[in-house]
């Protein structure tokens, strides 16, 4: 969301934009990818025509995401191949039922942890990081380092902090509609809201594992007078996540756009009903 020189994921410089505020947080960008017009289901659907404030509103947070994970990601190897023996669990997704295992046993401050060792404790964490890295509560210095602490590697954390906290500068708070020092303006009120929608184990190790989560999301500023309003957007996140310490921790992540459903017929809420509907309605812990 700042301007710079950026980096996807896996260390690929990517180029500067600095003239979009939304798309760049300390000098990185996602990696987004554009989907086909149609789909299986329907196959003549296109979606409705974003005008450029949506387009530029509606990276919003899928950027919250990258600020938390680009940094980790710096030298990381390539994604694209499983290692020697490790369980590929395949394409189709299972259903989200109850196992009989406990997947969540305790909470590391406001975020769960104590996950299972299994396929299940994995998607399981990457499904809570994903709520606590794509939230608002990144805007703010001391709550931003918990989280971090709280889902990353120790052996990337530090490093991601001091990045992040180079990024998060008055110009970034500013760019996003905050006031200089990150805090909200008199009278609005800032979403920023990660909602997985499901979760699939790509990869699964003893002590290894790759989780992709399918997201939704919100981000704005909410109230009247508000000049960036609250929007929703579809990602992907895959998070390579390891067993560190008794619990399991991110240590490299990627992201892309959608898959995104076709916009639906609801009407828009007002300021006030949206600023009142987050105050309102809590965060779930998510199990698998």
Same mark, same amino acid.
């Given at each position: 969301?700042?301007?710079?020189?950026?980096?996807?994921?896996?260390?690929?410089?990517?180029?500067?934009?600095?003239?979009?505020?939304?798309?760049?947080?300390?000098?990185?960008?996602?990696?987004?990818?554009?989907?086909?017009?149609?789909?299986?289901?329907?196959?003549?659907?296109?979606?409705?025509?974003?005008?450029?404030?949506?387009?530029?509103?509606?990276?919003?947070?899928?950027?919250?995401?990258?600020?938390?994970?680009?940094?980790?990601?710096?030298?990381?190897?390539?994604?694209?191949?499983?290692?020697? %023996?490790?369980?590929? /669990?395949? #394409?189709?997704?299972?259903? +989200?039922?109850?196992?009989?295992? *406990?997947? &969540?046993? =305790?909470?590391?401050?406001?975020?769960?942890?104590?996950?299972?060792?299994?396929?299940?404790?994995?998607?399981?964490?990457?499904?809570?990081?994903?709520?606590?890295?794509?939230?608002?509560?990144?805007?703010?210095?001391?709550?931003?380092?918990?989280?971090?602490?709280?889902?990353?590697?120790?052996?990337?954390?530090?490093?991601?902090?001091?990045?992040?906290?180079?990024?998060?500068?008055?110009?970034?708070?500013?760019?996003?509609?905050?006031?200089?020092?990150?805090?909200?303006?008199?009278?609005?009120?800032?979403?920023?809201?990660?909602?997985?929608?499901?979760?699939?184990?790509?990869?699964?190790?003893?002590?290894?594992?790759?989780?992709?989560?399918?997201?939704?999301?919100?981000?704005?500023?909410?109230?009247? %007078?508000?000049?960036? /309003?609250? #929007?929703?957007?579809?990602? +992907?996140?895959?998070?390579?996540? *390891?067993? &560190?310490? =008794?619990?399991?921790?991110?240590?490299?992540?990627?992201?892309?756009?959608?898959?995104?459903?076709?916009?639906?017929?609801?009407?828009?809420?007002?300021?006030?009903?949206?600023?009142?509907?987050?105050?309102?309605?809590?965060?779930?812990?998510?199990?698998?």
């Amino acid at each position: 969301m700042s301007p710079g020189d950026e980096h996807d994921y896996r260390g690929k410089d990517q180029g500067s934009h600095p003239d979009d505020p939304y798309s760049t947080l300390g000098g990185t960008r996602q990696t987004r990818t554009r989907l086909p017009d149609g789909d299986a289901g329907h196959p003549h659907a296109r979606r409705p025509a974003r005008n450029s404030r949506s387009l530029v509103t509606i990276t919003g947070v899928v950027v919250l995401l990258i600020a938390a994970i680009a940094f980790a990601n710096r030298g990381s190897g390539s994604d694209d191949a499983a290692a020697p %023996g490790a369980k590929s /669990p395949g #394409t189709a997704g299972s259903a +989200t039922a109850a196992t009989g295992t *406990k997947p &969540v046993q =305790g909470k590391n401050g406001t975020i769960a942890s104590g996950f299972a060792h299994d396929e299940q404790g994995a998607q399981s964490a990457a499904a809570n990081y994903a709520v606590a890295l794509g939230s608002a509560e990144m805007f703010v210095a001391e709550s931003r380092r918990s989280i971090i602490e709280a889902t990353h590697d120790p052996a990337v954390a530090p490093g991601l902090q001091d990045s992040l906290d180079t990024a998060y500068s008055p110009t970034f708070y500013k760019n996003v509609g905050l006031n200089d020092d990150g805090s909200t303006p008199t009278g609005l009120t800032f979403v920023s809201r990660t909602v997985p929608v499901g979760t699939k184990a790509v990869k699964m190790e003893t002590d290894a594992a790759t989780v992709e989560v399918w997201c939704t999301g919100l981000v704005g500023l909410s109230g009247q %007078g508000s000049t960036k /309003p609250v #929007t929703e957007t579809w990602f +992907t996140i895959s998070q390579e996540l *390891k067993w &560190v310490g =008794g619990d399991w921790k991110i240590s490299s992540s990627s992201q892309t756009e959608g898959p995104t459903p076709v916009n639906g017929d609801n009407r828009a809420s007002t300021a006030d009903e949206m600023a009142a509907a987050v105050d309102a309605y809590g965060g779930f812990t998510y199990a698998r």
